[in-house]
């Protein structure tokens, strides 16, 4: 019951946050007359995501599978290297730095040569998104695993436990903590690494549209993209954030 009402509480100031601060938009835009081309009031905005809701919604849901095949990509090879890492202390000081360092480079700076080197099709983006999902999830599986403490290692041991139960019943339990909230970081990285992308070159998604909204100062559309993908964004945060409640269950903190 406690529970029940300190979410309703948390839902209830939400709401009145986000009316709070479209309300406050609505009313700048009305007093000072902003005009569309600059800054689009809510209103404007709603209107055009209703009006336009179904071209919106095919463009979206190209992103959304790009960002989705990039984000499971990503995170797949990062967890296996960061598994690698783990056991292979050599590897792990001879490359762990390197990615770390690639991690410096702009995301932006790799789009046109993803472009030219994949063309403007849908995997250079999904490309794109999974560099940039790849690095967070690497540290967060890199760190879950070195912090195994050595006595419940030595633990396991007595009990003649295999190093394979030792993994999957102490490393990896003790890992999620820290690889689930790198892959909720992820989750938002992928929809901005495929909308980067198509930035850059693409005929399709919400990154196109922005795009080509800006050529026309169409500034209300590009706002209705925002948005759409924000939401995306949002959705898929929470997405994991819902499965790590399932999974990581001790760790759970309603």
Same mark, same amino acid.
């Given at each position: 019951m406690y529970k029940k009402k300190y979410r309703l509480k948390d839902f209830v100031i939400l709401v009145l946050t986000?009316?709070?601060?479209?309300? +406050?938009?609505?009313? /700048?835009?009305?007093?000072?007359?902003?005009?569309?081309?600059?800054l689009p009031n809510p209103l404007e905005i709603f209107l055009v995501i209703v009006n336009n809701f179904p071209y919106l919604l095919d463009h979206a849901t190209i992103t959304v599978i790009e960002s989705s095949l990039g984000f499971l990509l990503g995170i797949t090879l990062a967890i296996i290297t960061g598994i690698i890492f783990t056991y292979s202390k050599?590897?792990? =000081?001879?490359?762990?730095?390197?990615?770390?360092?690639?991690?410096?480079?702009? /995301?932006?700076?790799?789009?046109?040569l993803l472009i030219m080197w994949l063309g403007s099709g849908m995997i250079s983006k999904i490309i794109m998104a999974a560099i940039i999902c790849y690095f967070p999830v690497l540290v967060g599986t890199? =760190?879950?695993?070195?912090?195994?403490?050595?006595? $419940?290692?030595?633990?396991?041991?007595?009990f003649s436990a295999s190093k394979w139960k030792i993994f999957y019943k102490l490393k990896i339990p003790t890992s999620l903590p820290y690889i689930f909230p790198s892959l909720k970081i992820s989750? +938002?990285?992928? /929809?901005?690494?495929? +909308?980067?992308?198509?930035?850059?070159?693409?005929? =399709?998604?919400?990154? $196109?549209?922005?795009?080509?909204?800006? $050529? $026309?100062?169409?500034? +209300?559309?590009?706002?209705?993209a925002i948005i759409m993908i924000s939401i995306v964004g949002l959705l898929l945060f929470y997405l994991i954030d819902y499965i790590e409640k399932k999974i990581v269950f001790w760790e759970a903190n309603d």
């Open positions: 986000f009316f709070l601060f479209i309300g +406050t938009w609505q009313l /700048v835009d009305f007093l000072f007359n902003i005009r569309k081309i600059i050599l590897l792990k =000081k001879s490359f762990y730095p390197y990615a770390i360092a690639f991690k410096a480079v702009p /995301v932006i700076a790799l789009a046109p890199v =760190k879950g695993f070195s912090v195994v403490i050595q006595d $419940y290692k030595d633990l396991f041991k007595s989750a +938002t990285f992928a /929809v901005v690494g495929a +909308t980067i992308a198509e930035f850059t070159g693409a005929s =399709k998604g919400i990154g $196109y549209i922005i795009v080509n909204s800006s $050529y $026309y100062l169409e500034t +209300t559309m590009m706002f209705a």
